[in-house]
């Protein structure tokens, strides 16, 4: 099992920045891949980045360019730095933490970190 806490969201005007955090506990963190998602009210949630337990990573074509997520194993954290907001882009933002064990699926979400890009 995993408990994931995020952190990092806030208020940041348009062009600028901000970088996520999201701290896990309970399992073997290495072992899972990770990802970044957001939803805003009444809209479906979407995968913003993802990363493998070995480093490959995703990203949605709207953050492509602007947004790098990457993972730390030793501190059990991944991060999603985030450049070039735009207004669009505010949203809560949840921590993901998935693998497969024994042929079951094991998924676990953070509770969210609202981030809001606005003048």
């Known amino acids: 099992q995993v408990q994931l806490v995020e952190s990092g969201g806030g208020l940041v005007q348009p062009g600028g920045s901000l970088r996520l955090s999201c701290a896990a506990s309970?399992?073997?963190?290495?072992?899972?891949?990770m990802g970044w998602y957001r939803q805003a009210p009444g809209k479906q949630r979407e995968l913003v980045a993802a990363i493998t337990k070995g480093g490959s990573t995703n990203y949605a074509d709207s953050v492509k360019g602007r947004f790098t997520i990457s993972r730390d194993n030793a501190k059990n954290t991944v991060y999603l730095q985030m450049n070039s907001l735009k207004p669009e882009d505010t949203d809560v933002y949840y921590c993901?933490?998935?693998?497969?064990?024994?042929?079951?699926?094991?998924?676990?979400w953070g509770q969210g970190t609202q981030v809001t890009v606005s003048s």
């Open positions: 993901n933490a998935f693998r497969t064990f024994l042929g079951v699926e094991y998924d676990y």
């Open positions: 309970g399992s073997i963190f290495r072992l899972y891949a």
